[in-house]
């Protein structure tokens, strides 16, 4: 399984982006097994949560840092989860991470970085004040 993110670069705070996160290969059959999430880390700091999405989509968490301004979402046809991004500010500069879990319950999510298994390269989110 890999995963393919994008839609990273420099903004204004204030300004938007959105970012994509593409899975291919063993996907065991169907993308809808694997809930997903976006993790971000920024110079000198640990790798943080951000959002996470159940693999029917039904439900999403949001760390406290970013509810209200960031939306998660994901297209299983495409098999890509998308991370919309508004009203940004200098401390979301950080590359974002997206990554995968592998589940059969179709509503859970969690936020431990340690339960997911598979992970993106990183897109680069620069916010300019």
């Known amino acids: 399984v890999q995963l393919q993110a994008s839609g990273g670069g420099l903004v204004q705070a204030g300004g938007s982006l959105r970012l994509s996160c593409t899975l291919s290969?063993?996907?065991?059959?169907?993308?809808?097994?694997?809930?997903m999430g976006w993790f971000r880390q920024a110079p000198g700091k640990e790798r943080e949560f951000v959002a996470v999405?159940?693999?029917?989509?039904?439900?999403?968490d949001y760390a406290d840092s970013v509810k209200g301004r960031f939306a998660i979402s994901r297209d299983n046809a495409k098999i890509t989860v998308y991370l919309q991004m508004i009203s940004l500010v200098p401390e979301d500069t950080a590359v974002y991470y997206c990554?995968?879990?592998?589940?059969?319950?179709?509503?859970?999510?969690?936020?431990?970085?340690?339960?997911?298994?598979?992970w993106g390269q990183g897109t680069l989110v620069t916010v300019s004040s």
């Open positions: 990554a995968a879990h592998r589940i059969f319950d179709a509503r859970a999510t969690m936020r431990s970085r340690t339960q997911f298994e598979y």
């Open positions: 999405i159940s693999w029917s989509g039904s439900n999403t």
């Open positions: 290969g063993r996907t065991f059959g169907t993308f809808g097994y694997y809930v």
